[in-house]
């Protein structure tokens, strides 16, 4: 079992930069790839970016592309997203989701962590 516990969320204005973060525990290969996803009021849960386990591959949602970054530190089994010039449509809850396997076999994520609500004033 993987338990993944976000933290980072806030309130912020357009324009401003958030870090999110994601501790891991549990079997590390079940974390080999770390994704993030977001949920708007009344939308469809949607990607964000996900990395795999050497941070040599990524990607990234057009809508986000240019203005958010992740990243990981195997060491402290903590995933980042970094989000710089944040727009108010960026407003959604942010999940974070692991999986294991290779990064470039599509499988679904199997392991969620329960939320962190990010709110971009404008």
């Known amino acids: 079992q993987v338990q993944l516990v976000e933290s980072g969320g806030g309130l912020v204005q357009a324009g401003g930069s958030l870090r999110l973060s994601c501790a891991a525990s549990?079997?590390?290969?079940?974390?080999?790839?770390m994704g993030w996803f977001r949920q708007a009021p009344g939308k469809e849960r949607e990607f964000v970016s996900v990395?795999?386990?050497?941070?040599?591959?990524?990607s990234y949602a057009d809508s986000v592309k240019g203005r958010f970054t992740i990243s990981r530190d195997n060491a402290k089994n903590t995933v980042y997203l970094q989000m710089n010039s944040l727009k108010p449509e960026d407003t959604a809850v942010y999940y974070c989701?692991?999986?294991?396997?290779?990064?470039?076999?599509?499988?679904?994520?199997?392991?969620w962590g329960q939320g962190t609500q990010v709110t971009v004033s404008s």
């Open positions: 990395i795999s386990w050497s941070s040599s591959s990524t």
């Open positions: 549990g079997r590390k290969v079940g974390y080999n790839v």
């Open positions: 989701a692991a999986r294991g396997g290779s990064y470039y076999v599509t499988r679904p994520y199997e392991y």
